[in-house]
């Protein structure tokens, strides 16, 4: 037997700009539970997707050892027949099937493509048993809550015989019981010689469990940590998270800072699908005329969710708390309401919530401010056409002509579109979640130019990143989100990789 | 040169649509021995086929919201012209008052499917299938399955009436109207063109060449005036194509000039953004149906006055021309894209085929046949053209 049950070696994978995985190595023991740790876009689901077969055989480079033999995966089905099970964060399970049909769909219990039903059901049970689920196998998904929903991703791992289970954030969506009870789980599976590895951001849930500790930072392995050989603590995993040396990535900037012109008090949204579920929780904040104000936290952490709702109520329900500007309080039930009171939100998913790729850069940029070029409702083209013609110099939009059609752009130039559109409702507070995620360096600096151009202007800027160096490099104070709520709020000064970190896992202990 | 290529490059689904209508008009012409481009024909051919220029309006709008069809205009067309019918023929009704209480009562229809289209969220696809029944089977109901027959002559005229000469054609068989409208409408024609081509240069933008700008304008100067020429020979101008007309230049407007037509294309495009730009995208919806509505109704009425009758059975289909107009023009099946004049196109498609094979003594069984595959055609065209302009 040998005793590792996965090496990857030297695994490196390409995507088209980006070096997502450069050279990872990782070694997994045989019945061990063995921790993936680093930020969000470092890698770790990139290389599970490499090792379960969904990203296939020829489009990374390097090898995979399973079990001492290399092994080739062309597919998710490859790497099943082997006993890998690999639970994403988004769970694959059908809301209108029962759990039995889930956990045997695409390996049913059949004959002749015929089903034997009572034999699906009684296995689903023994099934369920195992992982600790008091369900009726008839039950359909859409009527069990997301932590039993993950219980029954790992009975329809079990049920393909699973040698080696990849769980990506598997607590992220799950309450405190639910997250004791899948580690439980997962100790469980252990002594029946299961291995696992596991993906979290949670360092309390790594420590607690997990035998070895591999970090991933910006697409490269930095260490492996052993339980018992080495002395680990969360500082110490931390240090290896983020430490990474800060150039001149950012443009320098001196912020002219006024008086306070935005506020939002006892901010609280529920969730739009979940009854009784808080999303938002009295959130109080404010923003400067000119100031630059960061939004850090950890996906999930409620940021978007905090921006949308403000922004017109473009999401959740029972809306409650007050929005102040310039000291008087303005109620916003609508986008449109929002966009005429001075907000401008710039969507975090440009593609799909941000432009009409379909459409050129000129309809994109004054779709959200068509009135300003237009008389009884008659749109003017040739204004339409100098704005845009104006916007593409001034931001430096790389495009054969503002007729282009904004899909075949880049995705710097993109969201330089996207930039312009809301630039041109003229807005006195922008809010811009993850404005330079998926984009590369160069075009980077030059929107971060852009908002230090708007900060000098006299806007006041709402800046969500999930990226620590950029908050950093270019925010004048930062919030700190965690779970719906503002866990911290740090000056310049004060912020730093390790702080805003400290803040976010202290909130977690508290609730603990 | 290669403005022209370029030029033909971006537009060739336009373009090639266009073409396609010659080359299906060219073998017509000559299938049937020049019947078909007769000046009694042509007249013809747009009086039979007006109704799918209307409908082919309307559901354009509602196809570039996302896709969304309407199902229930033909079954809407039965109803209005039965009400139409019942209030003028049974109740000796005023013929305006009572296409005025016509339209109306669309609009109340319309406000009744964009609701639940628009507010509740059913899928149009179900709401316009309900309706479809729904008016079908008022239809049948309200003419107790007879047919209502005449109508009085006022009520003919919408679409058996012409705009009389007030030339007397100086003597000859021709009516000098219908040649004097055409001049007029090519003359504006050249006039905005002219305009907007200084205005664009004014402003530094780049202008087609201007051998590419005369050729284009000869060649429409051409169409108009043969078109308003065949006319001419026959009976002049009709009435109903002056409203056809009317509609089809008003539509053209709100769709490319207006801030509400801009809207339509761009909740088709990405409805998610739309909103986010804050367009009320369910009002865009609603506002579609019930104006699809009003447009059937219009449709009706000029389909009543033409068979001279309220039937049961009238009205059968129509959506299905109209949706194949509006596809064979260019329109996408999933929104955003599409235009008046493309769905046009498609209606004449469908109207010289209806017409040619009619002509020809082409059963209507291997006609709707024909009328399927060359649907498919269109389509798969766009889908295979896009695939390659993607690779």
Redesign the interface.
Known sequence: MNEFILEMRNITKLFPGVKALDNVNLKVKSGAIHALIGENGAGKSTLMNVLSGIYPYGTYSGEIIYQGKECNFKNVKDSEKTGIGIIHQELALIPYLSIGENIFLGNEVSKNNFINWDETHLKSKELLRKVGLKEDSNTRIKDIGVGKQQLVEIAKALAQNVKLLILDEPTAALNEEDSNNLLNLLLELKEDGITSILISHKLNEILKISDSITIIRDGSTIETLNKGDTDISEDRIIKGMVGRELTNRFPSHKPKIGKVVFEVKNWTVYDPLVEDKKVIDDVNINVRKGEIVGFSGLMGSGRTELAMSIFGKAYGKHISGKIIKDGKEIILKNVREAINNGLAYVTEDRKSAGLVLMQDIRSNISLANLNKISINQFVDDHKEIQVAEEYRKKLNIKSSSIFQNTGNLSGGNQQKVVLSKWIFTDPEVLILDEPTRGIDVGAKYEIYTIINKLADDGKSIIFISSELPEILGICDRVYVMNEGKIVGELSKKEASQESIMKCIMKSDMEVK | MDVIKNLFKKNIRQYAMLIALVVIMIFFQIATKGILLVPMNVTNLILQNGYVFILAIGMTLTILTGGNIDLSVGSLCALIGAIAGTLIITMHMNIVLAIVLCLLLALVIGVWQGFWIAYIRIPAFIVTLAGMLLFRGLTVTMLKGLTLAPFPEGFQRISSGFIPDIFNGFGTSLNFTAIIVGVIISVLYVVIQLKNRV??QK?G??VSSITFFIIQIVIIVFVINLFFYWLAAYKGIPIALVFIGTLIVVYTIFTT??????YL??MG??E?????????TNKVLFFTYVNMAVLAAVAGIMFASRINSASPQAGLNFELDAIGACFIGGASAYG??GTIPGAIIGALVMGVLNNGMSILGVGSDWQMSIKGLVLLTAVAFDVISKMKSKS
């Open positions: 205005k664009r402003s933008f780049i000039r207006t801030v509400p037509g801009r294309y761009a495009g990405n998610k953004a739309a909103k986010l730009s804050g367009i009320n955003g894209i």
